[in-house]
């Protein structure tokens, strides 16, 4: 371990590094206690964040690029890159044709030689044509080559429903993909965790797979401006009760807050637990939780049928199934296509009054 | 790493591509007809290896020593061998799942990629890969892939990746990747989409269009389009395409070389028709119903290394004695692969959960604590 990750003292292939072994200029990663702030006035968009954590990581290491649709001169089709094409120009900065399956494939062999690409899919719906590269490829480049070539990559983009969008753009990938040994994947609900998840991510010598939505990427809090990195696998407790422990990543999480306050109202306090992670899972935190509250809810905004939420629930009863008073509950997104209409897709999602819904029928 | 050790011969043509030793430049002579004679005779030595090494490979797979699919290169041999002839040692590669001759072309040993087809510790990918997944990190081959047409927007990624290291990093230097792709590999979209990036970035990567006229078992003129004029497509992106006779090793040298020193130097992509042919079938397990003995049988007559050999007679660089002593060196070196694979250790259980992550964390799995495992043979 290296106290900041420096300008790399590898730039590039070297034919004796094993990168299985020979590794990894993993970040240092502070104590919970010694962790800048979540409280403060530097109020920024979860677009920034994330644009802070990939600019302060590609001034540090020039083996980071970006590349994508419209990551360059649009400056972004979100915005999230906005100005990064000025600061790091054309050759770092690389905007990509349509192409998610070539220029996929392209970055993770780039991965390959040592450089350490970010790959933005515009949305993660985007991502299925280039199913074969990286879920084929990148995860399991270490494993097939005997350990020879990793692949520090990550792809990163829109997860989830993002506002009337439909089925085809509303894709939720966290279950389909997580299924996958090999890959990482992370899911920040919030734009403090947006930055220092990222900026780990991108020095995670493992592919690593980033959920961003759409629906955040406009909310505001504070993010400090020093450098932080928040290690994977550390679930956050969001909110602390005691009735019932709501577990869920991402977006939903947002839910989860809104339900509670509603509960809240009629004295049902509840836990909020942000896995952050889903691959590693911090279910140690899970249990934690379960041993006080002894009902779980998991709050999922992928479909039941194999979903996150069904692997929480299997890990619960494997782990802590004596500590529960009731049955682990799942609330997923409902089991069809997404819906166009507005108040369809509100009904489609996890959304706060469902898990209210839940959450009573636990008690 | 172990190396092959080429017997009794001092004239023996080592493989020279070793990890310790210096990287290995690409020769300039302009004419195949104006290299050394170590060279063209290593040429020769190569492509008999391959060829002996398949033979074995076929061998022990009826003996179910080997598993899984084995797609076997015979026939093919001026192709890897005459194109790697061309470039440098540290010229990234990376071809399909019709591996075995591009890797010991590359310089990978006879034991590591023989062990690998056993499943054994000793393999390239230490049991891990197969016959469809060599690996050989310190010789630049960047696999060994199993699906169809994956290879080819990889081969621009290493393309562009040199291309970064130089131009951002401000190290490395100039160089060339070989992609190999089989014609099958013509009708899959990514190899378009590739060959677009390649275009529109200036990478120097040469798709290799290693055209043996079938797909699996369907002909060309039945699975792609216009099949006559393949160069064509590549022209649609801007991509200087030929077309090169890959059943004569010289003359793959005569008109690859001069592509590749072009590449390399304007950093345009390139794509080559190379026509050849494979012996056997698609993999082990193909009763070739589709292709009749006597097509197999007129492409045999054209048999790239007898050609090859009587082409170094006349010239006088290698006699019938010679040739002799060379086939029987092999013989032994690939006989000595097979006893090394059989004796080799299989992986022991604990490596089943190794190389999953470079960075293993707790909890990654519900089932499965991963960990480092055992360092790479090769490296």
């Not at chain 1, 970040?27 to 302060?56: K, N, Y």
């Not at chain 2, 310089?107 to 890969?129: I, L, Q």
């Not at chain 2, 064509?232 to 801007?238: E, F």
């Amino acid at each position: 371990m290296t106290t900041t990750p420096t300008t790399p003292t590898m730039p590039m292939i070297e034919t004796d590094i094993h990168p299985a072994i020979d590794n990894p200029e993993l970040p240092v990663f502070l104590p919970e206690d010694q962790m800048p702030s979540r409280e403060g006035d530097r109020i920024i968009q979860f677009r920034e964040a994330l644009r802070e954590a990939m600019s302060e990581e590609m001034r540090k290491d020039k083996r980071v690029f970006l590349l994508g649709e419209e990551v360059a001169q649009y400056n972004g089709a979100y915005k999230i890159s906005q100005g990064m094409l000025d600061e790091f120009g054309p050759k770092r900065i690389i905007d990509t044709p349509i192409s998610e399956n070539g220029f996929a494939g392209m970055a993770i062999a780039a991965a390959m030689t040592g450089l350490r690409p970010i790959v933005e899919f515009m949305s993660w719906s985007f991502s299925f044509v280039a199913a074969d590269p990286i879920l084929n490829n990148a995860p399991k480049m270490l494993y097939m080559s005997g350990g020879q070539f990793g692949c520090p990559i990550v792809f990163r983009g829109n997860d989830g429903a993002g506002g009337q969008l439909a089925s085809t753009h509303s894709w939720c990938v966290e279950a389909l993909y997580a299924n996958v040994p090999g890959l990482k994947m992370a899911i920040p609900s919030n734009p403090y965790d947006a930055k220092g998840l990222l900026k780990t991510a991108i020095n995670d010598p493992d592919p690593v797979f980033f959920l961003e939505s759409e629906r955040m990427l406009g909310d505001k809090a504070h993010v400090p401006e020093e450098e932080y990195y928040i290690p994977f696998g550390r679930a956050r407790l969001a909110r602390e009760g005691d009735a019932v422990t709501l577990v869920s990543f991402g977006r939903p999480v947002h839910f989860c807050l809104e339900a509670a306050e509603t509960l809240a109202a009629e004295g049902i306090e509840v836990d909020v637990l942000d896995m952050r992670t889903i691959r590693p899972l911090d279910i140690e935190s899970i249990i934690e939780r379960v041993k006080v509250t002894n009902k779980v809810l998991v709050v999922d905004q992928s479909w039941p049928f194999a979903s996150i939420a069904s692997e929480v629930v299997t890990q619960i009863c494997e782990r802590c199934f004596d500590w529960l008073d009731s049955a682990p509950a799942r609330l997923n997104t409902a089991d069809v296509p997404t819906p166009y209409a507005k108040g369809l897709e509100y009904d489609y999602l996890p959304n706060p009054e469902r898990i209210v819904e839940a959450v009573r029928k636990m008690l | 790493m172990t190396q092959a050790t080429a017997a009794s011969s001092e004239q023996s043509p080592m493989n020279t591509a070793k990890a310790d030793s210096p990287p290995l430049q690409a020769p300039t002579a302009k004419t195949a007809a104006e290299l050394p004679k170590q060279v063209l005779v290593k040429w020769l030595y190569d492509m008999q290896l391959i060829r002996e090494f398949e033979n074995r490979t076929m061998q022990a797979y009826q003996q179910a020593k080997i598993g899984g699919f084995c797609h076997i290169y015979s026939g093919q041999e001026a192709v890897a061998v005459g194109t790697i002839g061309c470039v440098n040692h540290d010229d990234p590669i990376i071809t399909a799942y019709r591996d075995h001759g591009h890797a010991l072309a590359r310089g990978m040993t006879p034991e590591a990629c023989m062990a690998e087809m056993f499943g054994r510790t000793t393999g390239c990918a230490k049991g891990k890969g197969g016959s469809m997944h060599m690996f050989d990190r310190p010789n630049w081959l960047m696999g060994g892939h199993g699906i169809v047409s994956a290879q080819t927007p990889m081969g621009a990624g290493f393309a562009f990746a040199a291309k970064y290291e130089l131009e951002v990093l401000g190290t490395g230097k100039k160089k060339v990747c070989l992609c190999y792709l089989g014609d099958g590999a013509l009708d899959q979209g990514c190899f378009h989409e590739a060959q677009n990036l390649a275009s529109l970035w200036d990478l120097p990567v040469i798709y290799i269009l290693e055209n043996n006229g079938y797909s699996m078992g369907t002909a060309i003129h039945r699975h792609t389009a216009n099949f006559e004029h393949l160069v064509d497509r590549a022209k649609g992106y801007g991509i200087r395409g030929v077309e090169i006779d890959g059943l004569d090793i010289m003359n793959v040298y005569n008109e690859f070389k001069p592509i590749v020193d072009d590449c390399r130097e304007t950093s345009r992509p390139a794509f080559i028709d190379l026509k050849t042919y494979r012996y056997q079938g698609h993999s082990m397990s193909d009763p070739q119903k589709y292709r009749t003995k006597e097509e197999v049988d007129q492409y045999k007559d054209k048999d790239s290394i007898a050609k090859l050999c009587s082409d170094l007679m006349d010239m006088g660089h290698i006699d019938e004695a010679g040739w002799k002593t060379m086939r029987k060196e092999i013989a032994d070196i690939v006989r000595a692969s097979v006893e090394h694979a059989e004796a080799a250790p299989v992986p022991e259980a604990g490596e089943l959960f190794t190389d999953v992550y470079a960075n293993p964390e707790k909890n990654l799995s519900p089932a499965a604590t991963y960990t480092h495992g055992t360092k790479n043979p090769l490296l």
